[in-house]
């Protein structure tokens, strides 16, 4: 995150940025906030993830809303919902929900003024029209520093913003953080997810919400923290341009998420004139050169190889969202990386469920897949790739036991001492449908391996 410079001039306190541009206010950051530490609040602090993402407990949040702030908040929700077309894809409304302050209270410490939201497409809609009230989250925790400057730049152990998925279709309550975690280990640069139990207060008493995934916000602090850089142009693909079939280029959605302000998609412009190039069929040898020059392939292949085999329905090749690109400048090659990873490990789901081994139902309307696994040697990366995954972080006995060892983690915020409730739960079964799930996962994981020795000859 860009570190902000400060200057005292008599009572008035001047911020300067990155940009030169300057706020000028009366107080400095943290005053009247007894709470306030540079490690825990502050903007310039280093991201702790050993804290906001522990990888093997799960961690608390309670979050204060005023009442009136909350009505405004679910009167919000309604509106968009009546605007929405219906319930499948390509129908929701493109009206972003608003933000309202509350107070975020983790581990004995309180964070004031935070922006909080609702957030998400099928996983938002879902729930609203099921009367379930578990909707997903962003928290922003500078969102309100214009309005209240003892905030300004207030961060929380160095995280800016935070992605609060609901689980939405995920009994088991690990498919997100255990996708996150195995490509990762697999050289692929997923962003941190963790648990967090999650309370809100808003206006009628504590309630329980249930058990959330935190995720890691891309362009907040998985850039500097996966390429040690965020000065690039990251990208969140949404609508048919994200499928880059040619004659879709469209930056209307080829959405930047930092450098905004500069008009500027030559990356992906050079990107898409590559993988469309003649030299694919007249000169493979010339275009594979060309592509590896531009698109980190093998960071991609992996990830193709990893999420084929574990099988995700809800991402490239299917659907034309749930990823990001990034320029990364230490190479200048685009980076492909992985986002929303909540329908991993299941065999089912959306129109045509997910990808198998041989992409036979991949047309060039999905050109990153069908080009690269019709030339022969992006296919032997491919196959080699999923090889290396089933014997690595994907072998039977490991993620036998990384599912059971997750199990544990979470049991006591799901099936335990604190259990999920009725009308914040997307189990029909309480805890039943937790407990089964762990068998279900264990089982589509063998028949995955089962799948891949096959497609390999093995």
């Known amino acids: 995150m860009i570190s902000n410079y400060i200057k005292t001039l008599g009572s008035a306190v001047i911020i300067l940025g990155a940009s030169s541009c300057y706020k000028t206010v009366g107080v400095n950051p943290g005053d009247g906030l007894e709470d306030w530490t540079f490690d825990t609040h502050s903007g310039d602090a280093t991201p702790d993830y050993s804290v906001v993402f522990p990888s093997n407990s799960v961690n608390e949040l309670k979050i204060t809303i005023a009442a009136d702030d909350w009505t405004s908040m679910q009167n919000d929700l309604d509106d968009i919902m009546a605007s929405s077309g219906g319930p499948g894809p390509g129908s929701f409304s493109d009206e972003t929900p608003i933000y309202v302050p509350c107070t975020v209270e983790f581990k004995g410490k309180k964070w004031y003024y935070v922006g909080i939201r609702y957030k998400g497409n099928s996983s938002l809609h879902s729930p609203y029209n099921m009367g379930i009230n578990k909707y997903p989250l962003r928290l922003d925790f500078d969102k309100f520093e214009d309005e209240h400057p003892e905030i300004w730049n207030q961060c929380f152990y160095g995280f800016n913003e935070l992605s609060m998925g609901n689980n939405f279709k995920d009994v088991s309550f690990m498919r997100q953080k255990v996708a996150d975690d195995i490509m990762r280990d697999f050289g692929i640069p997923s962003a941190r997810s963790a648990y967090y139990r999650v309370y809100i207060d808003n206006g009628s008493g504590t309630q329980y919400y249930g058990l959330y995934t935190m995720c890691e916000v891309v362009f907040d602090t998985h850039l500097a923290n996966a390429f040690g850089s965020e000065t690039g142009n990251c990208y969140k693909p949404d609508g048919d341009a994200a499928s880059f079939e040619s004659g879709t280029f469209n930056t209307e959605e080829l959405i930047k998420k930092t450098n905004e302000d500069v008009a500027d998609w030559s990356d992906l412009q050079e990107l898409y004139d590559i993988i469309h190039d003649g030299t694919r069929t007249s000169n493979p040898s010339q275009w594979r050169s060309d592509l590896d ?108 036991q990384r599912f059971q060892d997750e199990y544990n983690v979470i049991y006591n915020s799901v099936a335990g001492s604190i259990v999920e409730e009725n009308g914040y739960t997307f189990m029909n079964s309480i805890p039943a449908d937790f407990v089964n799930e762990l068998s279900t996962l264990q089982t589509h994981l063998s028949g995955r391996h089962s799948a891949a020795d096959t497609y390999l000859g093995n």
């Not at 190889?305 to 329905?313: D, K, L």
């Not at 090749?317 to 909540?342: E, S, V």
């Not at 990808?355 to 992006?378: E, H, K, M, Q």
């Open 293 to 400: 020059a531009r698109f980190d392939t093998d960071i991609f292949l992996k990830w193709l190889a990893a999420n084929t085999t574990f099988q995700n329905w809800d991402t490239y090749g299917n659907m034309t969202h749930n990823y990001y690109l990034y320029t990364d400048p230490a190479d200048n090659k685009i980076k492909w990386i992985p986002w929303d990873n909540n329908e991993s490990f299941s065999s089912g789901g959306g129109p045509n469920g997910p990808l198998d081994f041989d992409f036979n139902s991949v047309g060039n309307d999905w050109p990153l897949i069908r080009y690269l696994i019709d030339d022969a040697t992006y296919k032997a990366k491919y196959d080699q790739y999923i090889q290396d995954f089933i014997d690595g972080p994907y072998e039977e006995t490991v993620m036998n």
